[in-house]
């Protein structure tokens, strides 16, 4: 099994910048990619962006040019920094490790508000 834990949400004002973190633990042999959703309330989730284990990423253009995936191979850990945040970027963001199967974090809310 594989533990999924984020981090780093929090309120902050719109044009701020918060940086979130992933941790993946337990039976970690082979991540091939790890990566993030978001949903905002009464929306459908959405995909914002992956990171293979090849260092490839693909980021959703709403958040194209603001937002950052990178990764630290050696701790199983991954961040999304978030600059030029708007209102429209309010959500839970969900992070999630593929490794054979897919395993989800419980969510980190993040609220863009002046």
Same mark, same amino acid.
């Given at each position: 099994?594989?533990?999924? &834990?984020?981090? =780093? /949400?929090? %309120? &902050?004002?719109? =044009? /701020?910048? %918060?940086?979130?973190?992933?941790?993946?633990?337990?039976?970690?042999?082979?991540?091939?990619?790890?990566?993030?959703?978001?949903?905002?309330?009464?929306?459908?989730?959405?995909?914002?962006?992956?990171?293979?284990?090849?260092s490839n990423t693909n980021i959703a253009d709403s958040v194209k040019g603001r937002f950052t995936i990178s990764r630290d191979g050696s701790k199983n850990t991954m961040y999304l920094q978030m600059n030029s945040l708007k209102p429209e970027d309010t959500a839970v963001y969900y992070c999630y490790v593929y490794q054979e199967n897919l395993y989800w974090g419980q969510g980190t809310q993040v609220t863009v508000s002046s």
């Amino acid at each position: 099994q594989v533990q999924v &834990v984020e981090s =780093g /949400g929090g %309120l &902050v004002q719109p =044009g /701020g910048s %918060l940086r979130l973190s992933c941790a993946a633990s337990g039976s970690i042999f082979n991540i091939a990619a790890m990566g993030w959703y978001r949903q905002a309330p009464g929306k459908q989730r959405e995909k914002v962006a992956l990171i293979t284990s090849a260092s490839n990423t693909n980021i959703a253009d709403s958040v194209k040019g603001r937002f950052t995936i990178s990764r630290d191979g050696s701790k199983n850990t991954m961040y999304l920094q978030m600059n030029s945040l708007k209102p429209e970027d309010t959500a839970v963001y969900y992070c999630y490790v593929y490794q054979e199967n897919l395993y989800w974090g419980q969510g980190t809310q993040v609220t863009v508000s002046s």
